[in-house]
């Protein structure tokens, strides 16, 4: 495996442990879960943050099992039929503490298709935010969401068997082209956050072992810009359609 992971990247691979005092700042803040909407599977947990504006998903294991999927695909349903109240920024926190492989269960090219196309049929802007170490079904999700935030530490593996991770070479090869995306599959290449950021596959690089704190820190600076931010996401949504990236067929809960 070759890794181009940047040195203090390598160092930082400590990840997904909040600060107390952080966590307590961001405890007053939060509101548990959603009232209209429970999850049955025991790797999410739900939270909002900033009046609401802000729900997170925290993803707490490796991978799309099936009731993972399930619950998912539910809410961008309810948020998208306006069944629960729409937030400005839906954030996929993937807050999982093990490298391996992530695999998605029957259901999960529908929900990264609903995922995707969630911008263009409800003002939400979809956010990975990634803390540690990203490969397989994971590192797909998260680059169909409108934007990619990265702990300084996480790492981003291109390496797998090809014919699992066509989903993510289509995505990557539609942002960075088929050549580069080529290459760094073929390399089975790891890359650290700072790479991602200048590949233009990240949005920013943040601090990290700060959690739920730092989430709410970074939406609510994000937030002055929600309005810009959300026309150009669904602009980009749409001429990915034009062009013949088309979300595929999705089953509706």
Same mark, same amino acid.
């Given at each position: 495996?070759?890794?181009?992971?940047?040195?203090?990247?390598?160092?930082?691979? *400590?990840?997904? /442990?909040? +600060?107390?005092?952080?966590?307590?700042? =961001?405890?007053? @803040?939060?509101?548990?879960?959603? &009232?209209? %909407?429970?999850?049955?599977?025991?790797?999410?947990?739900?939270?909002?943050?900033?009046?609401?504006?802000?729900?997170?998903?925290?993803?707490?294991?490796?991978?799309?099992?099936?009731?993972?999927?399930?619950?998912?695909?539910?809410?961008?349903?309810?948020?998208?039929?306006?069944?629960?109240?729409?937030?400005?920024?839906?954030?996929?926190?993937?807050?999982?503490?093990?490298?391996?492989?992530?695999?998605?269960?029957?259901?999960?090219?529908?929900?990264?298709?609903?995922? *995707?196309?969630? /911008?263009? +049929?409800?003002?939400?802007?979809?956010? =990975?935010?990634? @803390?540690?170490?990203?490969?397989? &079904?994971? %590192?797909?999700?998260?680059?169909?969401?409108?934007?990619?935030?990265?702990?300084?530490?996480?790492?981003?593996?291109?390496?797998?068997?090809?014919?699992?991770?066509?989903?993510?070479?289509?995505?990557?090869?539609?942002?960075?082209?088929?050549?580069?995306?080529?290459?760094?599959?073929?390399?089975?290449?790891?890359?650290?956050?700072?790479?991602?950021?200048?590949?233009?596959?990240?949005?920013?690089?943040?601090?990290?072992?700060?959690?739920?704190?730092?989430?709410?820190?970074?939406?609510?600076?994000?937030?002055?810009?929600?309005?810009?931010?959300?026309?150009?996401?669904?602009?980009?949504?749409?001429?990915?359609?034009?062009?013949?990236?088309?979300?595929?067929?999705?089953?509706?809960?």
């Amino acid at each position: 495996m070759t890794i181009f992971a940047n040195e203090r990247d390598s160092e930082n691979m *400590s990840v997904g /442990i909040c +600060e107390p005092d952080q966590d307590r700042q =961001a405890e007053e @803040r939060r509101i548990p879960g959603d &009232a209209g %909407f429970k999850c049955k599977s025991g790797s999410l947990e739900l939270n909002r943050l900033e009046g609401g504006d802000v729900l997170v998903v925290s993803k707490l294991h490796q991978g799309f099992d099936d009731e993972c999927v399930d619950d998912l695909t539910r809410l961008l349903s309810a948020i998208s039929s306006g069944r629960t109240a729409r937030p400005k920024y839906l954030v996929f926190d993937f807050a999982h503490r093990r490298e391996g492989e992530a695999s998605g269960s029957a259901g999960f090219q529908n929900l990264v298709a609903a995922n *995707s196309e969630l /911008i263009l +049929e409800a003002p939400v802007i979809t956010v =990975a935010w990634v @803390r540690s170490f990203m490969a397989g &079904a994971d %590192f797909e999700f998260a680059c169909h969401c409108a934007m990619l935030v990265a702990e300084r530490g996480a790492l981003f593996s291109f390496d797998g068997d090809p014919d699992r991770l066509f989903g993510l070479y289509a995505s990557l090869a539609r942002k960075i082209g088929l050549v580069k995306t080529q290459g760094l599959m073929e390399a089975g290449a790891v890359l650290g956050a700072e790479d991602m950021r200048n590949l233009m596959l990240a949005k920013d690089v943040v601090e990290q072992r700060r959690g739920l704190a730092a989430m709410g820190d970074y939406m609510r600076r994000c937030g002055r810009r929600y309005n810009a931010a959300c026309s150009i996401f669904r602009a980009q949504r749409s001429v990915m359609n034009t062009i013949g990236f088309p979300a595929e067929g999705r089953t509706r809960v």
